[in-house]
């Protein structure tokens, strides 16, 4: 586990103290992290999969989802699990900067203080030097990574003995929201995916990454874009911000079957299309819907370090990736998130 072992810090104080109201007698200050590698057929090489769970003792000091960019979350490297069952949340990570499993540490590790076991693939090809548009864009490859992570997770040694295998969930953050929905049952309709990029309507950014990449989406292999993605072992689905919200079925979307929390950031009129969430929830028999308006669609990305801001704007990144809504901190937004999630996930899952 390269990444981890070579950054090596002091344990600073995680933002979550307010959420020790959920669970006390499973809840804890140790939260250990380990990462698996995991065949994927389809993908045709390992998945890099990072699991944080509840420890009983520390492990080895790691700090997780460190950038230029972005502040770090510290975690116990091998810290020994936790004694008892947990609930499993499979977590979906989106693309871009924060387009790897350890930059959600910071919702991940609350969770793992809150009696859950989390484990989180790296989509290939969504962030850093494998970057690719074409990789990013077959969305029909991120919730088969979340199923084969699944399976991996049932026959792991370390971890089959520790969990509830009927209380398992998927938290899914911008185009992992996506993934979340595809995975209780949600078809993506190729014609949708296809004509995404032809024009800035939907998502500028993201587009013209596509088309300055030299992909056209219309010449893709689609056959398998559209097809069923559930898993049936997956209970309850909770998406923010999912992207891209408008490349679904809606006939798919009106059978899905099982409980889904979707949350938008920022205020109602002033969220993209492509990330709004609230006609999805007319559309899921069970859904429940809600908004942060103060937050921002980079409200979800990890707290930016001293100077982050101006560094993005030379190194020309585009997005404001360190505003957020206005008015409160990220921190503040954060905590906010983060006692959301556990207490959707608790009511669903325990």
Wanted: net charge negative; hydrophobic share 45%.
């Amino acid at each position: 586990m390269k990444e981890l072992t070579t950054i090596v810090v002091a344990l600073c104080t995680i933002v979550s103290s307010t959420l020790m109201t959920y669970h006390p007698a499973v809840a804890g200050d140790y939260v250990g992290v380990r990462e698996i590698a995991v065949p994927s057929r389809e993908r045709g090489r390992d998945l890099a999969v990072t699991v944080w769970y509840p420890a009983n003792a520390e492990g080895d000091p790691v700090t997780l989802g460190e950038s230029i960019f972005f502040v770090g979350t510290p975690a116990w490297l091998d810290g020994p699990i936790s004694d008892g069952r947990f609930p499993l949340i499979l977590l979906s990570h989106g693309a871009g900067l924060a387009g790897n499993a350890q930059a959600l540490s910071w919702i991940a590790v609350p969770l793992a203080q809150q009696g859950f076991i989390v484990a989180a693939p790296t989509h290939p090809g969504n962030s850093g030097a494998s970057r690719s548009a074409a990789e990013t864009m077959k969305l029909w490859l991120r919730p088969a990574d979340i199923t084969e992570t699944l399976n991996a997770m049932e026959d792991a040694p370390l971890f089959k003995e520790h969990l509830e295998f009927d209380k398992t969930g998927i938290l899914g953050l911008s185009m992992g929201g996506g993934t979340a929905l595809a995975i209780a049952g949600a078809r993506i309709d190729p014609e949708r995916l296809a004509s995404y990029c032809d024009t800035d309507a939907l998502n500028p950014s993201l587009c013209d990454w596509v088309r300055q990449s030299g992909v056209d989406l219309h010449a893709m292999d689609l056959r398998s874009a559209g097809r069923d993605n559930h898993d049936a072992r997956i209970g309850f689905a909770m998406a923010i911000d999912p992207a891209p919200a408008d490349v679904f079925e809606i006939d798919s979307l009106s059978r899905i079957s099982i409980p889904v929390a979707l949350v938008n950031l920022g205020q109602p009129g002033k969220i993209p299309p492509t990330l709004r969430a609230d006609e999805i929830a007319n559309v899921i028999p069970n859904a429940k819907y809600s908004t942060i308006e103060d937050a921002s669609h980079y409200s979800m990305f990890a707290e930016c370090r001293p100077g982050a801001a101006e560094i993005a704007e030379s190194e020309k990144i585009g997005d404001p990736i360190c505003s957020d809504g206005g008015g409160r901190s990220r921190r503040e937004i954060h905590v906010q998130l983060i006692d959301m999630v556990v207490a959707a996930f608790s009511r669903a899952l325990k």
